[in-house]
Nanobody, 124 residues
Framework: QVQVVESGGGLVQAGGSLRLSCAAS????????MGWFRQAPGKERDVVAA????????LYADSVKGRFTISRDGGKNTVYLQMTSLKPEDTAVYYC?????????????????WGQGTLVTVSA
Protein backbone atom coordinates (compact mmCIF):
# COMPACT_ATOMS: atom_id res chain seq x y z
CA GLN A 1 0.00 0.00 0.00
CA VAL A 2 1.29 3.43 -0.95
CA GLN A 3 0.84 6.34 1.41
CA VAL A 4 1.20 9.94 0.34
CA VAL A 5 1.56 12.80 2.83
CA GLU A 6 1.76 16.49 1.95
CA SER A 7 3.27 19.27 4.03
CA GLY A 8 4.31 22.90 3.68
CA GLY A 9 1.02 24.70 3.22
CA GLY A 10 0.19 27.90 5.02
CA LEU A 11 -0.66 31.57 4.75
CA VAL A 12 1.45 33.81 2.53
CA GLN A 13 1.10 37.29 1.08
CA ALA A 14 0.66 37.83 -2.62
CA GLY A 15 4.03 37.80 -4.34
CA GLY A 16 5.49 35.44 -1.78
CA SER A 17 6.75 31.86 -2.06
CA LEU A 18 6.05 28.48 -0.52
CA ARG A 19 7.46 25.01 -1.04
CA LEU A 20 5.18 22.03 -0.68
CA SER A 21 6.59 18.59 0.02
CA CYS A 22 5.06 15.19 -0.64
CA ALA A 23 6.50 12.15 1.10
CA ALA A 24 5.54 8.81 -0.41
CA SER A 25 6.05 5.33 0.96
CA UNK A 26 6.58 2.21 -1.09
CA UNK A 27 9.56 0.35 -2.47
CA UNK A 28 8.70 1.28 -6.04
CA UNK A 29 8.23 5.02 -5.51
CA UNK A 30 11.07 5.69 -7.91
CA UNK A 31 9.02 4.24 -10.75
CA UNK A 32 5.84 6.21 -10.02
CA UNK A 33 4.57 9.21 -11.88
CA MET A 34 3.62 11.99 -9.45
CA GLY A 35 1.35 14.98 -9.59
CA TRP A 36 0.14 18.00 -7.69
CA PHE A 37 -3.50 19.00 -7.92
CA ARG A 38 -5.46 21.79 -6.28
CA GLN A 39 -9.06 22.44 -5.42
CA ALA A 40 -10.50 25.82 -4.56
CA PRO A 41 -13.90 26.15 -2.86
CA GLY A 42 -16.70 25.36 -5.29
CA LYS A 43 -14.31 24.30 -8.05
CA GLU A 44 -13.05 21.07 -9.53
CA ARG A 45 -9.77 19.46 -8.51
CA ASP A 46 -7.39 20.21 -11.35
CA VAL A 47 -3.80 19.37 -12.11
CA VAL A 48 -1.17 21.94 -11.21
CA ALA A 49 1.96 20.04 -12.19
CA ALA A 50 3.10 16.49 -12.86
CA UNK A 51 6.43 14.71 -13.20
CA UNK A 52 7.49 11.37 -14.59
CA UNK A 53 9.51 8.71 -12.79
CA UNK A 54 12.92 10.12 -13.69
CA UNK A 55 12.09 13.80 -13.40
CA UNK A 56 12.92 14.23 -17.05
CA UNK A 57 9.40 15.13 -18.11
CA UNK A 58 7.06 17.61 -16.49
CA LEU A 59 3.84 19.39 -17.25
CA TYR A 60 2.21 22.48 -15.79
CA ALA A 61 -1.17 24.11 -15.83
CA ASP A 62 -1.09 27.27 -17.93
CA SER A 63 -1.98 29.35 -14.89
CA VAL A 64 1.22 28.39 -13.03
CA LYS A 65 3.78 28.14 -15.83
CA GLY A 66 6.86 30.17 -15.03
CA ARG A 67 5.90 30.46 -11.35
CA PHE A 68 5.74 26.87 -10.04
CA THR A 69 8.34 24.13 -10.32
CA ILE A 70 7.83 20.44 -9.63
CA SER A 71 10.80 18.25 -8.76
CA ARG A 72 11.54 14.94 -7.09
CA ASP A 73 14.21 13.38 -4.94
CA GLY A 74 14.18 9.61 -5.37
CA GLY A 75 16.56 9.07 -2.50
CA LYS A 76 14.14 10.74 -0.12
CA ASN A 77 10.94 9.44 -1.77
CA THR A 78 9.80 13.04 -1.92
CA VAL A 79 8.25 15.30 -4.52
CA TYR A 80 8.31 19.07 -4.20
CA LEU A 81 6.27 21.95 -5.56
CA GLN A 82 8.11 25.24 -5.39
CA MET A 83 5.63 28.08 -5.72
CA THR A 84 6.73 31.65 -6.37
CA SER A 85 4.99 34.92 -7.23
CA LEU A 86 1.88 33.58 -5.52
CA LYS A 87 -1.46 35.16 -6.29
CA PRO A 88 -4.74 35.16 -4.34
CA GLU A 89 -6.21 32.92 -7.02
CA ASP A 90 -3.66 30.25 -6.06
CA THR A 91 -5.54 29.80 -2.79
CA ALA A 92 -6.69 26.18 -2.60
CA VAL A 93 -6.17 22.83 -0.97
CA TYR A 94 -3.20 21.23 -2.70
CA TYR A 95 -3.12 17.46 -3.12
CA CYS A 96 -0.24 15.19 -3.99
CA UNK A 97 -1.01 12.10 -6.04
CA UNK A 98 0.92 9.04 -7.16
CA UNK A 99 0.36 6.70 -10.08
CA UNK A 100 1.90 3.27 -10.61
CA UNK A 101 2.58 4.07 -14.23
CA UNK A 102 5.86 5.89 -14.71
CA UNK A 103 4.79 8.62 -17.11
CA UNK A 104 3.19 12.00 -16.51
CA UNK A 105 -0.59 12.38 -16.45
CA UNK A 106 -3.05 15.23 -16.27
CA UNK A 107 -6.29 13.51 -15.27
CA UNK A 108 -7.34 12.71 -11.72
CA UNK A 109 -8.50 9.27 -12.82
CA UNK A 110 -4.95 8.35 -13.80
CA UNK A 111 -3.69 8.51 -10.22
CA UNK A 112 -4.32 5.70 -7.76
CA UNK A 113 -3.02 7.20 -4.51
CA TRP A 114 -3.84 10.53 -2.90
CA GLY A 115 -2.79 12.51 0.12
CA GLN A 116 -5.13 14.35 2.46
CA GLY A 117 -4.20 17.76 1.11
CA THR A 118 -2.56 20.86 2.50
CA LEU A 119 -4.16 24.31 2.51
CA VAL A 120 -2.44 27.22 0.80
CA THR A 121 -3.91 30.66 1.42
CA VAL A 122 -2.59 33.69 -0.43
CA SER A 123 -3.69 37.05 0.93
CA ALA A 124 -3.98 40.13 -1.25
Amino acid sequence: QVQVVESGGGLVQAGGSLRLSCAASGRTFRTYGMGWFRQAPGKERDVVAAINWSGGSTLYADSVKGRFTISRDGGKNTVYLQMTSLKPEDTAVYYCAAREASGIARKRSEYEYWGQGTLVTVSA
